[in-house]
């Protein structure tokens, strides 16, 4: 049986949950927790009130920050409750 719905593709995903929360793991197992201001179509993205994140610990705090595509190992979108 197929099913109705279409398959969503990841870039257009991103795009439409520009300002919400984010969860970005780089390859290097660091991680970025904060508001994803912007994504273009590299998947770099702009962040804001961004901390990082290493082994569960927060290391750092940021106001702004740029993250290139290519290190991304994911992006994980945060459940707004």
């Given at each position: 049986?197929?099913?109705?719905?279409?398959?969503?593709?990841?870039?257009?995903?991103?795009?439409?949950?520009?300002?919400?929360?984010?969860?970005?793991?780089?390859?290097?197992?660091?991680?970025?927790?904060?508001?994803?201001?912007?994504?273009?179509?590299?998947?770099?993205?702009?962040?804001?009130?961004?901390e990082e994140v290493?082994?569960?610990?927060?290391?750092?705090?940021?106001?702004?920050?740029?993250?290139?595509?290519?290190?991304?190992?994911?992006?994980?979108?945060?459940?707004?409750?």
């Amino acid at each position: 049986m197929s099913q109705t719905t279409s398959a969503k593709r990841p870039l257009t995903t991103l795009q439409k949950s520009t300002k919400k929360k984010v969860t970005v793991r780089l390859k290097n197992e660091v991680e970025y927790k904060g508001k994803m201001d912007n994504v273009d179509s590299y998947m770099n993205l702009i962040m804001t009130d961004a901390e990082e994140v290493f082994h569960g610990k927060t290391v750092a705090n940021y106001g702004r920050v740029i993250v290139r595509g290519n290190n991304v190992l994911f992006i994980k979108l945060e459940n707004e409750l």
